[in-house]
């Protein structure tokens, strides 16, 4: 099964925007077992738009269009469609309806020029727009679908992913398809490739796919398999994320089903600081302020967070953090004895159950052959004890505060899951 | 003059990657007097590949494509361009020699697969690879112009940049285009267009252009014209900008000239603190890290960055920063006196010249009718005196954290800039 992708808008074509919608939609029909052939960015031209569809057609079996449907220059897209499928428009009293609901709601009259969002190409199956005023269109031509969405990401997501794609699949009677991701922390992608290749040869067997898809400091890992029934491939699957715990577990930090938004290792420190209802502080040096960020980018960290003393320079070390000169002085900032002083002073210092400390050569300056850019050494308090662990990272500043940030919160979690799994049952 | 944009490669149609690059290559297409008309993401196929040159070719007179050139799929794109063009293979020693000059680098030896990207078709034009071994290619054909460039970014952008945009301009014989850009701050879009509208009307008399660029907290305007004499271009930009300084002169922190990497708020804080010889700390409450994050991204802050104390529960406000309970609980944390407070107290316990202090409602929770969530305060405190500004920002909490902190910054900043140009000399 095919499916080409049509972007209309001159925003992209100017460069004013990056087309992130490709990527979106092309991600879910290709984990549904739908092919893309090509993506195409075209301008906002009766001509150039027809030639497109008719260049889709040739080389795929569904063809998804998105942009073009806003109130300003609504016309060309849907008049474009009329005349590609010999049809007139006609007025919708539903989508009219979901027009007037929205702008009800921020208390505001429908003009004439909105009312226009309510006519649609005849023969065409309306796909109503939950998010936005402008709706979906879906027409069937030749065994082939053409499936016109709006641009804004926010209405065109909610609308691939609840509709186009239950239809999708029911239409084209598309297979069972079962993803599952799992969160990795703390290993590069070739070590975790070396580390998992038995496993992964073994995949084969059960005729499941393996993608690894790394970002700074973490790797996820997707399973995917197709087949007739959705609970068997589920089976299937979990028992080989079974298999693949054994191997991997303390780099494990999470999973995350099909359609679900990855989450964060910050939101999954909030969830078992909340559980165990716990607090946390941090330390910072090189990380400057980004692991109490990230830890308060969630809504409702002050639930958990208490927060921060961010001893950038020497003397903070020294007075808000009772590093002894001495210390700074034999050791350097960036030693075990220092990060490991820092965690447990903010600790006592902020009253809470945990801390996060962090010191580091996060370049481009500041290195030297023994400790070179990229050197960080992370500490975190707990209750019982106080661990740490020497990194060395790569030479760009900003992935190296990144990668501090989530390793930090990466050492916190492995406590935090220990605590409840009991490993220190006897404390 | 009509361009298109061909991107070969499975990683965009699977939805691995977002492509970036073409809106990079159209950005600095448009700025150059070039229009885009299709981008084409296009799959690791021969045919397809042929098909989608044939169509570019119609319908533009320059056709860029990126990608295919890595040394695991050499082949698809090269040898796909030698089909087209109806051409063999020659090996080119200059391309051999920035191959081993950049293995050499790593210490590492060129492989015979990596030799193979010394070999070119024989009637293109090397455009050579400055950051990496795949080559750019140039072919002339029919009028028309077909420039190949390897899909890594970092490589693309420099190619681009540096070689392709000039060659593109003599070959044909392009206007001399001027764009300067004005950063504004702290100014929404729509109330920015209608202090200006009336300077924006007088542009058309001088044939520039004007593009509003809006980000968080945060607009940049872009004027662009064309003509035979850059220097004379040049004035005429210069002047409608010194217009524009007197209707505007509060909200600008900075110009950015065409092709400079856009100047941070915190680069360009950073930079008057070191002329200045001053430096700053931070007290923060609701952006939680994120102002220090920002100030601590710019290498060699530690010269005037000190440090901060998080105060996100009310006891570190009290404890550490000492904001009296009474105060706390009469007017709140989110109140002007706090902020003050905050801003008076880390500045003289971290023996800094200027402090920074933000206390708000990041949301979504903790909003009342008095108070809603997007209310912020911020302070300033500098040797002289103690500033401080109530602002009203939305309901998203990451964009609540961001325009906070671009605004405590560029409060900063103004507070610098008037002290380098004396308004407080006789202090």
């Known amino acids: ?73 609504d016309d060309i897209t849907k008049k474009t469609l009329c005349d590609y499928f010999k049809t007139t428009m006609r007025f919708d009293e539903d989508v009219y309806q979901d027009v007037v609901k929205i702008f009800n709601a921020y208390q505001k009259e429908v003009t004439p020029i909105n009312r226009l969002q309510a006519e649609v190409p005849s ?60 969160l990795t922390q703390g290993i590069g992608e070739s070590y975790l490739a070396d580390l998992i290749s038995d496993w992964e040869d073994s995949l084969v067997q059960d005729n499941i796919k393996l993608a690894y898809l790394p970002s700074p400091g973490m790797v996820r890992l997707r399973l995917s398999t197709k087949g007739d029934d959705v609970k068997t491939l589920n089976n299937v699957v979990d028992k080989k994320i079974e298999e693949l715990k054994i191997i991997i577990s303390e780099y494990i930090y999470g999973y995350e089903n099909f359609g679900e938004e990855t989450e964060t290792l910050e939101q999954i420190v909030g969830k078992l600081l ?4 716990k607090t946390v502080s941090t330390a910072e040096s090189c990380t400057g302020g980004y692991i109490s960020h990230l830890i308060t980018k969630v809504p409702g ?44 002073a903010i600790r006592t210092k902020y009253r809470t159950d945990y801390s996060i400390a962090a010191s580091g050569i996060a370049g481009p300056g500041g290195g030297t052959d023994e400790k070179p850019v990229g050197t960080v050494w992370i500490a975190i308090a707990t209750p019982e004890t106080v661990i740490s662990e020497k990194f060395l990272f790569g030479t760009n500043r900003e992935r190296n505060i990144q990668k501090t940030a989530n390793a930090a919160l990466n050492m916190l979690r492995k406590e935090l899951q220990a605590k409840i799994s009991g490993t220190f049952i006897c404390e």
Chains 1, 2 share one sequence.
């Open 1 to 73: 099964m095919l499916a080409e992708i049509i972007t209309i808008g001159d925003e992209i074509l100017i460069g004013q925007i990056v087309d992130t919608n490709s990527a979106f939609i092309a991600t879910l029909l290709n984990m549904n077992g739908i092919s893309v052939k090509q993506i195409s960015s075209v301008s906002d031209d009766r001509n150039h738009i027809l030639k497109a569809l008719d260049e889709a057609k040739e080389r795929a079996d569904i063809i998804l269009i998105t942009g073009g449907l806003g109130p300003t220059k």
């Open 123 to 182: 023969i065409c199956t309306v796909i109503r727009n939950q998010n936005g005023t402008a709706p979906g269109m879906w027409f069937d031509r030749d065994g082939k679908v053409f499936i016109s969405m709006p641009g804004v990401p926010y209405e065109m997501k909610a609308m691939m992913q609840n509709q186009v794609i239950p239809k999708l699949k029911e239409h084209f009677k598309l297979p069972a398809i079962v993803h599952k991701t799992i």
């Open 301 to 344: 960290s002050s639930d958990y967070y208490i927060g921060s003393v961010i001893s950038y320079s020497y003397e903070i070390k020294e007075i808000e953090l009772g590093v002894s000169k001495d210390l700074l002085e034999k050791q350097g900032a960036v030693s075990q004895p220092v990060v490991e002083q820092m965690a447990k």
């Open 274 to 277: 909340n559980q165990l209802k």
